[in-house]
């Protein structure tokens, strides 16, 4: 498994813009598809964006489709969430996960980091 380590969270006026970052440890980052996950205050988490292991295929949730892009750079074992035109209802705690080849399902979690739009 590789470690995951959120970054970028903060408060923000609906209309605005934030890039979430997450940094990764592990040689084996490269292999992983990566996503993004969110969960607001009382509600189940719900996933947001993923990547595949080349960052040639990218898949969003309906809710931010136009406004968020998912990026990795493999050089730097990193992957990031740049989301624009913010909405209060995107307020919530953003994770980082990761899928390791041939598992169903993301098997390694960062802690989130906390992203409030106000409006």
């Known amino acids: 498994q590789v470690q995951l380590v959120e970054s970028g969270g903060g408060l923000v006026q609906a209309g605005g813009s934030l890039r979430l970052s997450c940094a990764a440890s592990?040689?084996?980052?490269?292999?992983?598809?990566l996503g993004w996950f969110r969960q607001a205050p009382g509600k189940e988490r719900k996933f947001v964006a993923a990547?595949?292991?080349?960052?040639?295929?990218?898949d969003y949730a309906d809710s931010v489709k136009g406004r968020f892009t998912i990026s990795r750079d493999n050089a730097k074992n990193a992957v990031y969430l740049q989301m624009n035109s913010l909405k209060p209802e995107d307020t919530a705690v953003y994770f980082c996960?990761?899928?390791?080849?041939?598992?169903?399902?993301?098997?390694?979690w960062g802690r989130g980091t906390q992203v409030t739009v106000s409006s």
């Open positions: 592990g040689r084996t980052f490269r292999s992983y598809s």
């Open positions: 990547v595949d292991w080349s960052g040639g295929y990218r």
């Open positions: 996960a990761g899928q390791r080849p041939g598992v169903t399902g993301y098997d390694s």
